[in-house]
Every structure is written in structure tokens, then in C-alpha cells.
């Protein structure tokens, strides 16, 4: 096994783990107030959570692992290629808008947008060391004094910095990028498949969700985490979609939404006494 192809599963493993510093485990994404409201129901936990899981992945699931699919196919310009980055990165800019313009949520979008922020800024201090430009423009305020590991860069311009060069200009255009589209930058630069982006993408939504339900509800953590691969047919249907969209203009991307997902997130933002951010 080539090291491209050991780092591009191990940036697959790092986006999926929930013990990355991105913030992601305070995180709920509505649940904690579907919970209140009735829609999960702590007497049938594991019916209701799968139905409510089902729900979320072949409506905003889709949607976003689309966006993940299709930044991923337009991050890959290779290692030392940099010919391309500027046209690159003009694309995830408008990637950026169309994903607004399919979150309808206000707090959705602010949501997506801070993960998203944490992550870049995460991966990029983990991963290179910054230029001066972005060092000035978005680390430095935030985490100074934190170059790459042992302070040094990954190979310099035809290795890993070479290849990451549309995540770090996609954070000096956009001041909080989308999670979903951060997510699939980072994994088409190291060389990840649109279609394993989708999957990434898939995995960390019922993740978080189930993590979320284990300690909402206090459920058994194997029987809950074995509620996903019950959802293995629709999981394997959503990713093959959503991977489908990867080469298409970023305007027919899909727009699925979950409106009591989205009515729940902005109710649930006004509670004093909630466990989770959203």
C-alpha cells in the first residue's frame, strides 16, 4: 500500500472520528428536541430513532453527502499541480452559496458553518504549516504559535501542502465554510473518492446522532450503534446518489430537506435548559 493511499484513509478516519476537536459531540442536530417533543420516544428508543435516522438520510443526509461527494471531486487536483487551484477554489466558493440556498434553517447554516470553521482551521494547523497569508488571515487570531507536526511541512510543494492548497485558500475566501463542503475538500486533496466522501459524510451523521441518543436517552451504546447496519441498504442507496452528483454543475445538486428536523433545530435554540448546542 502506497503512503498516498495510507493518507487518504487515514483523512477518511480522522473526519469520522468523534474524538476530533471539532465540536461535533455537543451536537444533536434537532434530536435532543425530537426527543422533547415526541417524535423519539424513550418507551421504543429503537424503533423511533430508526425511523427518525431513515428520515435524515434520504432527506438531508443525501444533501449534504452530495456536497461532500461533489467538493471532493473538484478538491483532487493532484499532488504538485497547482495550475488549477485558483479554478478550484472559484468553485467551492459557489459551492458555498448553493449549500445556503439548500439549508433553509438559519441555525442549520450557522451550525454547518461553525463545524466547518473548527475543522478547516483543525486540519489545516494539523496537517501543514500554514503560509503567512492564511497564518495572519484565520489561524493566527485563534490557535497562534501552531505550526504542522514538529514544524515542519509534509514534502513541501509536491507533497501534502501542494495537495492541500484548495482547503487553505477556501478558508481565506470563505470565513466559515459548510461542514459538509470543508469535509469534502479536505478528503478529494489527499485523494479520496467522491464516493468514499459520501460515505464519510453518511457515517458522521448517524454517528452523531446515535451518540447523541445513547446519552439523551440512556440507551445501551452496542445495541444503539447496531441500529446502523439494519440501515446498511439505504445507506449503500444514498451514497451511490449522492456519489452521482460529484461531476454535475453544482446548481443541480440535490435539495432534500427534513422541515421538522429544521423547525425543531431553530425551537430548539431558544431553550434555556438544553444539553446540546443544537
Same mark, same amino acid.
Given at each position: &500500500?502506497? !503512503?498516498?493511499?495510507?493518507?487518504?484513509?487515514?483523512?477518511?478516519?480522522?473526519?469520522?472520528?468523534?474524538?476530533?476537536?471539532?465540536? #461535533?459531540?455537543?451536537?444533536?442536530?434537532?434530536?435532543?428536541? +425530537?426527543?422533547?417533543?415526541?417524535?423519539?420516544?424513550?418507551?421504543?428508543?429503537?424503533?423511533?430513532? +430508526?425511523?427518525?435516522?431513515?428520515?435524515?438520510?434520504?432527506?438531508?443526509?443525501?444533501? #449534504? !453527502?452530495?456536497?461532500?461527494?461533489?467538493? !471532493?471531486?473538484?478538491?483532487?487536483?493532484?499532488?504538485?499541480?497547482?495550475?488549477?487551484?485558483?479554478?478550484?477554489?472559484?468553485?467551492?466558493?459557489?459551492?458555498?452559496?448553493?449549500?445556503?440556498?439548500?439549508?433553509?434553517?438559519?441555525?442549520?447554516?450557522?451550525?454547518?458553518?461553525?463545524?466547518?470553521?473548527?475543522?478547516?482551521?483543525?486540519?489545516?494547523?494539523?496537517?501543514?504549516?500554514?503560509?503567512?497569508?492564511?497564518?495572519?488571515?484565520?489561524? +493566527?487570531?485563534?490557535?497562534?504559535? &501552531?505550526? #504542522?507536526?514538529?514544524?515542519?511541512?509534509?514534502?513541501?510543494?509536491?507533497?501534502?501542502?501542494?495537495?492541500?492548497?484548495?482547503?487553505?485558500?477556501?478558508?481565506?475566501?470563505? =470565513?466559515?465554510?459548510?461542514?459538509?463542503?470543508?469535509?469534502?475538500?479536505?478528503?478529494?486533496?489527499?485523494?479520496?473518492?467522491?464516493?468514499?466522501?459520501?460515505?464519510?459524510?453518511?457515517?458522521?451523521?448517524?454517528?452523531?446522532?446515535?451518540?447523541?441518543?445513547?446519552?439523551?436517552?440512556? &440507551?445501551?451504546?452496542?445495541?444503539?450503534?447496531?441500529?446502523?447496519?439494519?440501515?446498511?441498504?439505504?445507506?449503500?442507496?444514498?451514497?451511490?446518489?449522492?456519489?452521482?452528483?460529484?461531476?454535475?454543475? =453544482?446548481?443541480?445538486?440535490?435539495?432534500?430537506?427534513?422541515?421538522?428536523?429544521? +423547525?425543531?433545530?431553530?425551537?430548539?435554540?431558544?431553550?434555556?435548559?438544553?444539553?446540546?448546542?443544537?
Amino acid at each position: &500500500m502506497d !503512503a498516498g493511499t495510507v493518507l487518504s484513509y487515514l483523512a477518511v478516519a480522522m473526519t469520522t472520528d468523534g474524538r476530533f476537536p471539532t465540536g #461535533g459531540y455537543s451536537h444533536s442536530h434537532g434530536l435532543e428536541q +425530537a426527543i422533547s417533543r415526541g417524535h423519539i420516544r424513550p418507551e421504543d428508543p429503537f424503533c423511533s430513532l +430508526a425511523r427518525w435516522l431513515r428520515t435524515q438520510l434520504q432527506t438531508v443526509v443525501i444533501t #449534504g !453527502a452530495a456536497q461532500s461527494a461533489w467538493a !471532493a471531486h473538484h478538491s483532487a487536483i493532484g499532488h504538485g499541480d497547482l495550475s488549477a487551484v485558483n479554478d478550484r477554489s472559484d468553485l467551492l466558493i459557489l459551492l458555498d452559496s448553493e449549500i445556503d440556498a439548500r439549508t433553509p434553517s438559519p441555525r442549520a447554516r450557522e451550525v454547518s458553518r461553525s463545524l466547518g470553521r473548527r475543522l478547516i482551521t483543525n486540519l489545516l494547523v494539523g496537517w501543514t504549516t500554514p503560509s503567512t497569508k492564511f497564518a495572519e488571515i484565520r489561524v +493566527a487570531p485563534v490557535l497562534p504559535e &501552531m505550526p #504542522g507536526l514538529c514544524g515542519e511541512p509534509f514534502g513541501g510543494v509536491d507533497g501534502i501542502e501542494g495537495a492541500l492548497a484548495p482547503l487553505e485558500l477556501l478558508a481565506i475566501e470563505v =470565513a466559515s465554510p459548510h461542514l459538509s463542503e470543508v469535509t469534502g475538500c479536505f478528503l478529494g486533496c489527499l485523494g479520496t473518492s467522491p464516493v468514499e466522501a459520501a460515505a464519510a459524510w453518511c457515517y458522521n451523521c448517524l454517528v452523531s446522532h446515535v451518540s447523541a441518543a445513547v446519552k439523551l436517552l440512556g &440507551m445501551d451504546p452496542v445495541s444503539a450503534f447496531g441500529l446502523l447496519p439494519s440501515l446498511g441498504d439505504i445507506i449503500s442507496d444514498v451514497v451511490a446518489e449522492a456519489s452521482h452528483f460529484a461531476s454535475r454543475p =453544482a446548481s443541480e445538486l440535490p435539495s432534500y430537506s427534513f422541515s421538522l428536523a429544521d +423547525a425543531l433545530l431553530e425551537e430548539h435554540a431558544t431553550r434555556k435548559d438544553r444539553l446540546f448546542a443544537s
